[in-house]
């Protein structure tokens, strides 16, 4: 693992690290803050999954995160989107919601992609190992939130490792991939056309098959562009309420998908993620 | 007055707009933070200015200012740091330190920077009559800030106009600029080699010539790159002791010249200013 940056922020250090992945063979940048705490501590370790089209730098730099992850003591992981580099297969047509910067969290089973586009088992497996053994992680104490395409890999990871995690949460996710735009491209293109192998990367449909976890938070702008063609979080509350899952759903008014809707509400997620940490 | 964007962020709205500026004879973009406030007030103002190489969206995006605005009721505005456009002459060999991105809040008096480096004009007396116009601004409570070679504006602005700004802050400053490599490119390329013009362009030298504010607060990273080199804030301690102006130097250890050492410790500036507006 190779340090590509550390800065001093809010009493903790703010990381950007790369590694050779051996889940999707490509080199992988991720950002990790370590808030101040005791020599020998073991923290807890907060998921953040980005959206289509971003970095780990998008939520590292304009998550507002760092404060609060520094008074509640919370180590805060975000990933890459999707593999990148020589040889990794983009869009055919270098559209911005499949390929780089779109991995979806799964492992593609189809040509070309199923070679490098692991990122299930990369977020997963890979990259938990590499946090557990080079950051103060109490890797028993975890959590996952996510944004848009990585609220859907939040709550889809979150929901098939129940024992893992302890808090899943979201800002404006894709809840019901297979019933949007965004998600029948991704999963025909990753998974292929036979629908029920979408299912198990698809909230709303997992809960359907029985997932459960106890509680869910999302929170959603009532005024993001993508509300009702992408998200449709009323998908999510129809099966939450029809599982016995207890979802609060927070929609605020005037609020879009933009980090600017993100950062607002980051301190209250993390809030509610520490108290179940 | 054109509106790039809006987004609802923190209660408020965070804005960017773009304006013909009759004093630089170029468009000029700059973005102001409007906390949530009852109808008809009217609010402090915090003027951010912002270093080398930045725009408004630095800050706006990174520093982490909206949440102790929301809660303290202050409009943030952040302007650009130099002209741009078609027609603005940069740096000879395209430097990072003259130029483009680098306007040092001068009016330039050498050609070919004269006619449209003119940022002292725009920030002193243009943008505040845009402000006091279109946002819901009280421009009898004003204070201000800047980082770096903004922290040298907000020094040599607040020092010359000490009826106009209550608060007066900066983070990792130039306080000297006659006296280090970044202030002497900038001083002699806009305002010619003659030193008696750079003193009203100088913190230090304001002070030593007569100007008067009650306190100062400086906030600068122990581990800041540029510290020895370029900032040096032992002499404004200097020149603050020989003149009895009150200043709060904090010497941060392990923090660094980025926005990841300026958010943290932006809340506790704004506490400061909002104290005194």
Redesign the interface.
């Known amino acids: 693992m190779e340090t590509i940056s550390t ?5 903790g250090i ?1 990381g950007v690290y790369r590694h050779a992945s051996a889940a999707t063979g490509t080199d992988m940048t991720f950002s990790v803050y370590v808030p101040p705490h005791a020599e020998g501590a073991r923290l807890p370790v907060v998921w953040y999954l980005s959206g289509l089209t971003c970095t780990h730098a998008n939520v590292t ?2 998550g ?1 995160f ?2 609060a992850c520094a008074e509640l003591g919370l180590i805060f992981v975000a990933p890459d989107t999707s593999p990148r580099g020589e040889g990794v297969p983009d869009d055919p047509e270098g559209a911005y919601d499949f390929g780089l910067g779109a991995g979806f969290y799964v492992d593609a089973t189809q040509e070309p992609f199923s070679r490098h586009y692991r990122m299930w088992s990369y977020v997963t497996d890979e990259l938990p190992g590499i946090i557990g053994e080079s950051f103060p992680a109490d890797m028993t104490r975890q959590s996952i939130m996510g944004h848009s395409m990585g609220g859907h890999g939040a709550l889809t990871i979150g929901l098939t490792l129940p024992d893992r995690f302890r808090a899943v949460s979201a800002f404006s996710p894709i809840v019901a991939p297979g019933a949007v735009p965004w998600g029948q491209k991704a999963l025909a293109g990753y998974l292929g056309e036979d629908k029920a192998a979408w299912r198990r990367h698809d909230a709303v449909a997992l809960i359907e098959d029985g997932a459960r976890v106890p509680e869910l938070l999302v929170d959603q ?1 009532a ?1 993001d562009q993508f509300l009702d063609g992408q998200l449709q979080p009323h998908r999510l509350r129809d099966a939450c309420d029809a599982a016995g899952i207890g979802l609060t759903l927070g929609l605020h008014e ?3 998908h ?4 993100i ?2 509400f980051m ?1 209250t997620q993390l809030r509610w993620h520490a108290a179940r940490l």
Chains 1, 2 share one sequence.
């Open positions: 800065n001093r922020s809010h009493d703010q730099e304009k507002e760092r404060s702008g005024a005037g609020y879009d933009s980090y600017y809707f950062s607002t301190e």
